[in-house]
């Protein structure tokens, strides 16, 4: 199985920051690979997926990068909404597992 | 607007058994792809299944040979057909659909299943 990892565990931020979450996968899933943001009592919402491309009604301030086994979610300006915990998900190869997510809260 | 909503959960014994359902409106379940996601207490995400849109499906090793996924075309329905269960399956299970394979957009609100004696 593909093991996926997250960097880091969590952070502080402030809003306005521009934040960075790390994934890497312990194997190439080329650009299979998804970002998840799930608030507190809520469902998992899919914000990125094929690595950069923004699902609809999703902020332009997320962006996805990477290829092969590292990759990275990039919040441009911190809003109040994005106080939340961040997931990866690759979907190369079965079992699509998740990374063990980034809680990012407030500073 | 596409809904998705579970509904089974519930209390069971270690040993048991339970069934969890997946109702989708605006989404048709034998023509796409779903899968079934599971988050223990306090725990991250586990995929557990996805069923593909021709109807075979694959699974996680740890749920493999205790749980069943399927659909019913009819009722246009996604189960989770879930046996011999274990303290660590407790959690809340979650169902998830999209267009493809590879990304799940759809997610429903989730049902809490409890494995306790």
């Known amino acids: 199985d593909i093991q996926m990892t997250q960097s880091p565990s969590s952070l502080s931020a402030s809003l306005g920051d521009r934040v960075t979450i790390s994934c890497r996968a312990s194997?190439?899933?080329?650009?299979?690979l998804n970002w998840f943001q799930q608030r507190p009592g809520k469902a998992p919402r899919l914000l990125i997926y094929?690595?950069?491309s923004l699902q609809g009604g999703v902020p332009s301030r997320f962006s996805g990068s990477g290829s092969g086994t590292e990759f990275t979610l990039t919040i441009s300006s911190l809003q109040p909404d994005d106080f939340a915990t961040y997931f990866c998900?690759?979907?190369?190869?079965?079992?699509f597992g998740f990374g063990p997510g980034t809680t990012v809260d407030v500073k | 607007e596409v809904l998705l909503a579970e509904s089974g959960g519930g209390l069971v014994q270690p040993g048991g058994s339970l069934r969890l359902s997946c109702v989708p409106s605006?989404?048709?379940?034998?023509?796409?792809?779903m899968s079934w996601v599971r988050q223990g207490p306090g725990k991250g995400l586990q995929w557990l299944t996805i069923i593909y849109s021709g109807g075979g499906a694959d699974y996680a090793g740890s749920v493999k040979g205790r749980f069943t996924v399927s659909r019913d075309t009819s009722k246009n329905t996604l189960y989770l057909q879930m046996s011999d269960l274990r303290v660590e399956d407790s959690g809340i299970y979650y169902c998830?659909?999209?267009?493809?394979?590879?990304?799940?957009?759809?997610w429903g609100q989730g049902t809490l299943v409890t494995v306790s004696s």
């Open positions: 094929a690595t950069t």
């Open positions: 998830a659909g999209g267009y493809t394979t590879s990304w799940h957009n759809f």
């Open positions: 605006g989404f048709t379940v034998s023509d796409n792809y």
């Open positions: 998900q690759q979907t190369y190869t079965v079992p």
């Open positions: 194997q190439s899933v080329h650009n299979y």
